[in-house]
């Protein structure tokens, strides 16, 4: 089993910034990717970022140039470092990891949500 620990959201104002950590632990080989996806009220989850083991990151159209998703492999960690915040930012932001479970089975797993709140 593998548990995913969310941090760094809190309240911020415009043009501000806040970076996100999401931390693996338990039994596992390896994280094969990883992404990060936001829910605001009343609307649906959206990707924001995403990175594979060995890939190029992508990023909604909207964060572009904004945010960065990173990872640290020796932490079995993933940030998302979120700059130039606006209010339409405000969301909840869900990490989700792809991890290697053993060498023939992959496990796809959720953090629980960290609020991110950008004030005009």
């Known amino acids: 089993q593998v548990q995913l620990v969310e941090s760094g959201g809190g309240l911020v104002q415009a043009g501000g910034s806040l970076r996100l950590s999401c931390s693996a632990s338990?039994?596992?080989?390896?994280?094969?990717?990883m992404s990060w996806y936001r829910q605001a009220p009343g609307k649906q989850r959206e990707l924001v970022a995403a990175?594979?083991?060995?890939?190029?990151?992508n990023y909604a159209d909207s964060v572009k140039g904004r945010f960065t998703i990173s990872r640290n492999n020796a932490k079995n960690t993933v940030y998302l470092q979120m700059n130039s915040l606006r209010p339409e930012n405000t969301a909840v932001y869900y990490c989700n990891l792809r991890v290697a479970e053993s060498v023939w089975r992959e496990g796809d797993y959720w953090g629980q949500g960290t609020q991110v709140t950008v004030s005009s």
């Open positions: 990175l594979t083991w060995s890939g190029t990151p």
């Open positions: 338990g039994i596992f080989l390896r994280i094969n990717a």
